[in-house]
């Protein structure tokens, strides 16, 4: 009496010589794929990449968070390497990451939802603008040192349309941004947003040299020598400079400093921690060419 094992293997095989007869076989064993996802790259990267999309050699993944982008970029040559094992062959060379898109439900507005009231474009006349007679003052004092009459009357002109658009502002309630001088709306924050940005990214690059220096630190250990640093801005830096690393490594750079800093930012273990055995061992697995690993002597 056969087993259950050998009974489920014959159907396997019934099932598989009917789609080769019909044609359909290959386009089946391409496509099976989109049942297998979680057991190929695990339950965590099934959790945060959906599959999409199969056209080889690229298959489409979407991804719920930008953080993840980078996550998917680090593990590529794991996945491919999974996928390769899951097809037998190299089917599939190159993996693309994309966020979600919007259903096109949601971006179709009925005719009835549209507003259609006209809209008119205010078009402001500086000659009705009076300014204050002490910013005209001071404009007049300032260009009384430009000596060609033309050039002076030009100057002048600008000069007073600008203050005219900054009073015209102002009376609207807008305000400037401490930082770089740009008007924001009123409502908003007191510095713009290019400003913030430009002092969030100097705040992780100021981690980034911390984390060069100390790259075996914990948050803990990190906020000893930075009170001020915050687990977010500690996890984002750590996370670019892992990235950083791993690129190098990905491009096949065998350099020391590349892969001691790698793998201490991974592990979280200092130098006299890590073994030249284990710091080969972890490396080798980000790496995109088996001609670019290295062997332990």
């Not at 948050?219 to 190098?248: F, G, N």
């Amino acid at each position: 009496m056969e087993s259950n094992l050998e009974s489920f293997t014959g159907v396997m095989d019934l099932r598989d010589a009917m789609l080769q007869e019909l044609g359909i076989y290959e386009m089946y064993r391409l496509m099976k794929l989109y049942h297998d996802w979680e057991s190929v790259v695990g339950p965590m990267v099934n959790g945060q990449a959906k599959l999409v999309h199969i056209k080889p050699p690229v298959i489409v993944v979407e991804i719920g968070h930008t953080v993840w982008m980078q996550e998917m970029t680090m593990r590529k040559p794991q996945l491919l390497e999974a996928l390769c094992e899951y097809y037998g062959e190299s089917i599939i060379t190159d993996i693309k990451v994309q966020l979600p898109r919007r259903a096109l439900q949601d971006q179709l507005v009925s005719g009835d939802a549209l507003d259609m009231t006209p809209v008119y474009e205010e078009i402001i006349d500086f000659q009705q603008i009076v300014l204050p007679s002490e910013i005209v003052q001071s404009i007049e004092d300032s260009v009384r040192v430009i000596r060609h009459e033309e050039l002076r009357q030009k100057v002048l002109q600008t000069r007073m349309e600008q203050a005219k658009k900054e009073f015209v502002l102002q009376q609207e309630h807008f305000h400037q941004c401490p930082t770089c001088g740009r008007w924001q709306s009123e409502g908003s924050a007191k510095v713009c947003p290019q400003c913030e940005y430009k002092k969030y990214r100097h705040i992780i690059r100021t981690v980034k040299g911390l984390l060069k220096d100390y790259p075996h630190y914990k948050y803990d250990q990190m906020k000893v020598i930075a009170p001020w640093c915050t687990y977010e801005w500690y996890e984002v830096a750590k996370e670019e400079s892992i990235y950083y690393y791993l690129t190098r490594l990905f491009q096949g750079s065998t350099d020391a400093n590349d892969m001691y800093w790698a793998t201490m930012l991974i592990t979280s273990k200092s130098q006299e921690e890590l073994s030249y055995e284990q710091v080969v061992n972890i490396t080798n697995k980000y790496r995109w060419n088996e001609t670019d690993k290295m062997q332990v002597k």
